[in-house]
């Protein structure tokens, strides 16, 4: 399986957005699924369910993050604005076939609410909008790693 498919297998699965992306992306970098599903479990839903920014994004984020070259002191200030360079550019492609990177924008509702919750479960919108999301997430960070290589 691709780096894709065990995303939305995570995802389908009922692991939320952000663990689902991240834990397949972290795979390139050797980090468990165990580890990266840890981490990322307090992102999903637009951070702790908050419906802010979309999970499949820090996911996408801290899976580039991994690609960061050097991290000594010396050179972080400077590698790090790679870094950012690099989220961005993740961030306006996500934006571009998506409308949003938020999490109530790109379901149309606020799932930090009750109701909003309860509307996505009943509009089924975790699987008719969230899987794409996962999809396209993945999709867009494996295109940039293309041209942000592995640290090596």
Known sequence: MNSREIAE?????????SQSVFSAL???????PEVSLRIAAGFGGGIARSAGIC????????????????????TNRSEKEKTYEVCRRFMRAFEER????????????DIGTPEGLAKAHREGLH??????????AVEIVESILVTFPDPG
Do not use: H
């Not at 972290?26 to 468990?32: A, F, I, K, L, N």
């Not at 409308?99 to 509702?109: D, E, K, Y």
């Open 98 to 109: 998506n409308g949003s990177t938020v999490c109530s924008n790109l379901l149309g509702c």
């Open 26 to 32: 972290g795979e390139r970098w050797d980090v468990s």
């Open 127 to 136: 699987q008719s909008v969230c899987t794409k999301l996962v999809r396209d």
């Open 55 to 74: 999970g499949c994004v820090t996911g996408g984020i801290m899976a580039l993050g991994l690609a960061q070259k050097e991290i000594s002191p010396e």
């Open 9 to 17: 297998k995570r995802f389908q699965n009922g692991y939320s957005c």
